[in-house]
């Protein structure tokens, strides 16, 4: 079967470290590719330049915005170790950079039988009970045509002018076309639910992200995710946003964190 | 005066892009520069490249250690824009790969009146009367004989065979000749106390960071700063680990996370 996905991150080879892409339109937020589907595309472009299957610690700016348009991306592998390999990648549209990312890839996670959890996987309402995002701001088209949000009821103020106060948001997350949750997928969920300091004050709009990182921290069993996106401290301008992504066994997949600007 | 973060972190320029410097041995972890230096060094160089006075967000892999050594820092703007500009910056000792960082420089922070905190400082015993790490692990030599650590007594247990079991470590970072903290002395500080996870079990000896993040949210006062660091999930050989550091009125001034491994 051909999934959306798939087809939306597909790279092809122009030499063995430069890679052309289509960033799709239908992936957006309000006109603007998504975050996620940015990230998607380098840490693709990232693997196939290391010859390694995971992403396992990524780091991304984002320097414009860009939607529908073909891109190259170049990449350069900096250091290939035993266990990993670190690159940088380029996205271009043109001579415009679109995001400056770097990944240390690997083909999968140094083992140990030590660990430690201070933080459980949030409580939510079984999928189909969840709220589905497309419901809370009616018409929002681009990315959530793809990806099936649902969010916890609590955390759902923003979208009807009576946020909480608290910057959380939860929700599930899943491929509108069924396809499996795979590591790349994360990339794309660790910036699909809409900014938990929405539930601050409500929705200001657009909230450009400077940099975001994404560590890996498991394997997806394939099925829908939890997530769990929390902004803790908001200040001249800036805001961080923390993401935790977890399968429905309750083992932490990945983690995000992005640095982003509060519009005046 | 002189001080010896300013002498230890003296970048020369070689072109309008490539920088040479030193990484002195006494800044070092058991014989490897710390991962906090390393990171003053770069950041420095990123300053230098993009123009701009602030390490506002720096992105750092950690490929190879490095001690007492000469190397180069190749820089390259990726983007100016109105208030941030963004550059790479890779570190070589000869051929050799030390740390590829990038970073999103700046003169400022966007401003707003807005602000939101769930977390206070840490309540720590005074600088003079929190415990000194020299004295938790005697004879320890390198980075702790430039910074001055102290550790809240809580936190002390894994020097002494008794780690309390939980991955929190708060402590006083400043400098022991008296230099003013500023932005440069804290990505120096994000990485200067031992790791959150030795109070799970004890010291496991070195800890090699693969990434680290770390965002600047505030200008320092210039006196010690209160730091505190956290891991909250350890599992497969990774864990996490977040730093808060905060001036002594209480405002945040950085934020750090790095992926790291434990040996097996």
Tied chains: 1, 2.
Excluded at 24 to 45: R, S
Excluded at 52 to 62: D, E, V, W
Aim: with cysteine.
């Amino acid at each position: 079967m051909n999934f959306q996905f798939d087809d939306a991150t597909k790279l092809k080879a122009s030499s063995d470290r430069e890679f052309s892409a289509k960033v799709y339109d239908g992936w957006d937020i309000g006109g603007n590719a998504n975050g996620g589907y940015l990230l998607a595309l380098v840490a693709g472009a990232l693997c196939k330049a290391t010859g390694r299957s995971l992403p396992i610690a990524l780091s991304c700016h984002y320097l414009a915005p860009v939607n529908d348009a073909d891109v190259s991306i170049e990449t350069q592998v900096v250091k290939t170790g035993k266990s990993f390999t670190t690159a940088t990648a380029t996205m271009r549209q043109g001579e415009r950079v679109i995001v400056m990312a770097s990944g240390t890839c690997g083909d999968g996670f140094p083992g140990g039988t030590v660990s430690y959890a201070t933080r459980d996987m949030p409580v939510l309402p079984a999928f189909a009970d969840a709220v589905p995002r497309s419901t809370t701001t009616p018409g929002l088209p681009g990315l959530m045509s793809k990806v099936d949000v649902r969010l916890h009821p609590d955390d759902t103020g923003f979208a009807t002018g009576n946020p909480n106060g608290s910057a959380l948001v939860r929700g599930w997350c899943a491929f509108r076309d069924g396809r499996p949750v795979d590591p790349l997928a994360l990339t794309l969920f660790c910036d699909a639910l809409p900014p938990a300091m929405f539930n601050l004050s409500g929705a200001p709009g657009w909230v450009p992200t400077v940099h975001l990182s994404f560590y890996l921290r498991g394997i997806p069993s394939g099925g829908p995710v939890v997530t769990e996106f929390r902004t803790n401290h908001l200040h001249d301008g800036f805001f961080e946003e923390d993401g935790l992504l977890w399968d429905t066994n309750g083992a932490l997949l990945a983690q995000s964190r992005q640095l982003a600007l509060l519009p005046r």
